[in-house]
């Protein structure tokens, strides 16, 4: 495998269901990170790591719980999730390095969720 | 939050033809990059602009910083079918943080 992969690429669950959704970069990158792309809203950050320690929680909801047990694997948890929820889920790596540097961020290709 | 508006949101042309796709905020990047995504796909990066007023080209497409380092555009000559994808652009400022903008979505009709 290589680049960034995610699974599963689709999830369909109801709002009392717990899910994972996973994410594993082969880059070798040090930062990771979960956005949320809507019909008719830009890309949204949701949460980054940086070192496999959590540096932004852009006000997500706790029905999210990130968890990023090394560097190479990020995992966005799921429960009591609401319809408004539904959207692709993206992953990201990059390898950052000094602050304000401009670093190319690599992007899986998505987990489109379906909440019911 | 800073906001990046991109025009148009979508756009539909014919193979051949020329385009520009504009993106446009209220805040100063320290730099911005152009992405393209494809359908079943995440974004791929196609260009990061450092300085105001800054021109790179890739092939067909020409991309443009703004010199106040506020605006971008994209202008993609002789459009092809496998130009079709959504364009998003993404502004970094001091922080590591992108924000993306709102994406203009084309489809080149062969």
């Known amino acids: 495998e290589t680049g960034v992969t995610q699974t599963p690429r689709h999830l369909v669950m109801g709002m009392t269901n717990k899910k994972s959704l996973k994410c594993e970069q082969h880059l070798g990158h040090n930062a990771m990170y979960w956005y949320k792309q809507s019909a008719k809203k830009p890309l949204e950050l949701m949460f980054v790591?940086?070192?496999?320690?959590?540096?932004e929680n852009n006000s997500v909801p706790s029905r999210f719980s990130p968890e990023c047990p090394n560097s190479s694997h990020l995992f966005l948890h799921l429960h009591t999730l609401q319809p408004e929820d539904s959207a692709l889920y993206l992953c990201?790596?990059?390898?950052?390095?000094?602050?304000?540097?401009?670093?190319?961020?690599?992007f899986g290709p998505g987990t489109r969720l379906l909440v019911l | 939050t800073q906001l990046l508006e991109q025009s148009p949101q979508f756009l539909s042309i014919q193979e051949g033809e020329n385009l520009t796709v504009y993106c446009n905020s209220s805040?100063?990047?320290?730099?911005l990059q152009w992405y393209r995504q494809e359908p079943g796909e995440g974004p791929v990066l196609l260009v990061t602009v450092v300085t105001g007023g800054e021109v790179k080209k890739l092939k067909r497409l020409t991309f443009q910083f703004g010199d106040a380092r506020k605006d971008s555009s994209l202008h993609i000559t002789a459009a092809q079918p496998g130009d079709t994808g959504l364009y998003l652009c993404a502004g970094k400022t001091g922080a590591n943080n992108l924000f993306f903008g709102t994406g203009t979505r084309l489809t080149v009709i062969p």
């Open positions: 790591y940086n070192f496999k320690e959590q540096t």
């Open positions: 990201a790596s990059s390898q950052e390095g000094v602050r304000g540097g401009v670093e190319t961020q690599y």
């Open positions: 805040s100063v990047f320290s730099s």
